[in-house]
C-alpha cells in the first residue's frame, strides 16, 4: 500500500512556471483539442492571477522554429518576469530562470509546458531532485499523442511529480468556498462552459 502523505498546495507557498507556451511549439500539440488546449493554459494563467501567486514566464529560442510566446499570456501577465531562453531546452539549466524561482522564496512548484515529455519534464525532475514539491498541470501541457504524454507523466510521477489539472488547482488552493464564492465561481465559469450555467442559476438566487 503506498502510504504517501497528502500534500495540499498552499497559496503561500506556490508558484506558477508558464514554460515554453510558444506559436511553433503549440501546433506540436495533438493529445489534447487545441481550442481546449488553449483555454486551459489561459485558465491556469487566470488561476495565478485571481490568487496573486508568483508567475514566471519563460520561452525556447523562440527566435528559431519554436516561435514567440503566446502574447495573451504577456497581455494577461505583464509584470511576470519573462525570461527568454537563449537555447536551453531543460529551463533548468537557464541560470535566470533558477534564479527567479529561488527569489521568491516558494517551495511548490506548479508546472504547466510545451510539450510535455521534454520542456515539463526535464524541468520538473531536475526541480524535484533540488527538493522542490513539483505540481503538473496535465491539461495545460501538451505534446504529440498520448502515448508520449502517457510516458511523460509516468517518469514524472515516479519521481514524485503530483499530476493535477487547472481546475484541481483552483479548488486545492482556494480551499473554502466561503473565502470567495463569486470569484472562485466566475474564475471557473470563464473557462468551463457548463460551469457558467451553475453561476447563472446561483446568481438568480442572489437576486431574489
Known amino acids: 500500500m503506498d502510504n504517501t502523505p497528502y500534500v495540499r498546495l498552499d497559496r503561500d507557498?506556490?508558484?506558477?512556471?508558464?514554460?515554453?507556451?510558444?506559436a511553433g511549439l503549440l501546433s506540436l500539440v495533438r493529445d489534447i483539442d487545441p481550442d481546449?488546449?488553449?483555454?486551459?493554459?489561459?485558465?491556469?494563467?487566470?488561476?495565478?492571477k485571481f490568487f496573486n501567486l508568483p508567475t514566471i514566464l519563460t520561452t525556447s529560442f523562440e527566435t528559431g522554429p519554436n516561435g514567440p510566446l503566446m502574447p495573451e499570456l504577456k497581455a494577461l501577465l505583464p509584470d511576470?518576469?519573462?525570461?527568454?531562453?537563449?537555447?536551453?531546452?531543460?529551463?533548468?539549466?537557464?541560470?535566470?530562470?533558477v534564479k527567479a524561482i529561488k527569489t521568491t522564496g516558494k517551495k511548490q512548484l506548479i508546472i504547466a509546458r510545451v510539450v510535455t515529455e521534454v520542456c515539463v519534464a526535464f524541468p520538473a525532475l531536475s526541480a524535484i531532485e533540488e527538493g522542490f514539491e513539483v505540481f503538473v498541470v496535465g491539461d495545460a501541457s501538451g505534446t504529440f499523442n498520448a502515448l508520449t504524454r502517457d510516458a511523460a507523466w509516468r517518469r514524472m510521477e515516479a519521481a514524485g511529480a503530483q499530476m493535477m489539472t487547472w481546475f484541481g488547482v483552483a479548488c486545492e488552493l482556494h480551499r473554502d468556498w466561503r473565502r470567495d464564492i463569486e470569484g472562485l465561481g466566475n474564475l471557473c465559469a470563464n473557462h468551463i462552459p457548463d460551469?457558467?450555467?451553475?453561476?447563472?442559476?446561483?446568481?438568480?438566487?442572489q437576486a431574489r
Do not use: C, S
Not at 80 to 97: C, H, K, L, M, V
Open 13 to 22: 507557498n506556490a508558484i506558477v512556471l508558464l514554460v515554453d507556451h510558444q
Open 36 to 48: 481546449q488546449f488553449k483555454n486551459n493554459v489561459m485558465a491556469l494563467a487566470d488561476t495565478a
Open 80 to 97: 511576470a518576469p519573462y525570461i527568454a531562453r537563449p537555447g536551453q531546452i531543460n529551463a533548468w539549466d537557464n541560470e535566470d530562470f
Open 195 to 205: 460551469y457558467r450555467n451553475l453561476m447563472t442559476a446561483y446568481n438568480a438566487l
